[in-house]
């Protein structure tokens, strides 16, 4: 079946710094990856929607410039957080999928840690 | 903007026993598709419904897509430990085909 990659599966940073996150399709091409943020027990928040060669559609509320989304390849998507804040500690999880309305398959996730 | 909503948020079931969660949208979806996120986990693809009054099954679980396309259910019999898990909706709105919006999920506790 469709694997999705997602590296790290957890990270723990200093306030400031910056973290990149890695979500790989390892045996399909994926036309879009998405990115989400899960809080404890709640549902998937949508972040952006990321196209190979095209820039990240992001979600209302969601500032690019802090979560930069680059899509440089047909299995290959990264979220770089940019100057980490406590607040910004959480689950992020990455899904792909090769066309439109095919499901998602989704990355192991990444615990962000911002002390 | 579209709406998915799931009930209930919490499901506390005995083993063996049945239930059923339902899932809702605000507007007509072209498709909806279920998945399950065990605990610490990440969500997995379950099923996905595309036509008016579909019924799928797997095994002890069986899915069923509305008449009117807004709405889903999911029933799982004699529910067993390993279904504890968070249970997700998702739909894709039609003229949207691009964005997967999720229902908060229902959480399910198995009691042995």
């Known amino acids: 079946g469709a694997v999705v990659s997602q590296h790290p599966s957890r990270v723990i940073c200093k306030s400031g710094t910056s973290v990149k996150i890695e979500c790989r399709s390892l045996?399909?091409?994926?036309?879009?990856m998405f990115w989400y943020r899960q809080f404890p027990k709640q549902s998937l928040m949508l972040m952006a929607t990321?196209?190979?060669?095209?820039?990240?559609?992001?979600e209302q509320g969601v500032e690019k410039d802090k979560f930069l989304i680059n899509h440089a390849s047909l299995t290959l998507s990264t979220l770089t957080v940019t100057s980490a804040h406590p607040e910004d500690s959480s689950f992020y999880i990455c899904s792909a999928r090769y066309r439109d309305n095919s499901p998602l398959h989704f990355g192991n996730g990444t615990r962000l840690t911002v002390t | 903007g579209q709406q998915v909503m799931q009930i209930p948020q919490y499901q506390h079931v005995q083993e063996g026993e049945d239930f059923t969660t339902y899932c809702n949208s605000s507007?007509?979806?072209?498709?909806i598709q279920w998945y399950k996120q065990r605990p610490g986990g990440h969500p997995v693809f379950l099923i996905q419904l595309v036509k008016s009054g579909e019924v799928k099954k797997q095994k002890r679980l069986t899915f069923q897509f509305g008449e009117a396309k807004k709405n889903s259910s999911l029933h799982i019999t004699a529910t067993q430990t390993t279904d504890v898990g968070t249970y997700f909706c998702a739909g894709n709105k039609k003229a949207a085909v691009n964005k997967l919006t999720f229902g908060g999920g229902t959480r399910v506790l198995v009691k042995p």
């Open positions: 990321s196209n190979e060669g095209s820039k990240a559609t992001y």
């Open positions: 507007t007509t979806l072209s498709n």
């Open positions: 045996d399909f091409q994926a036309t879009t």
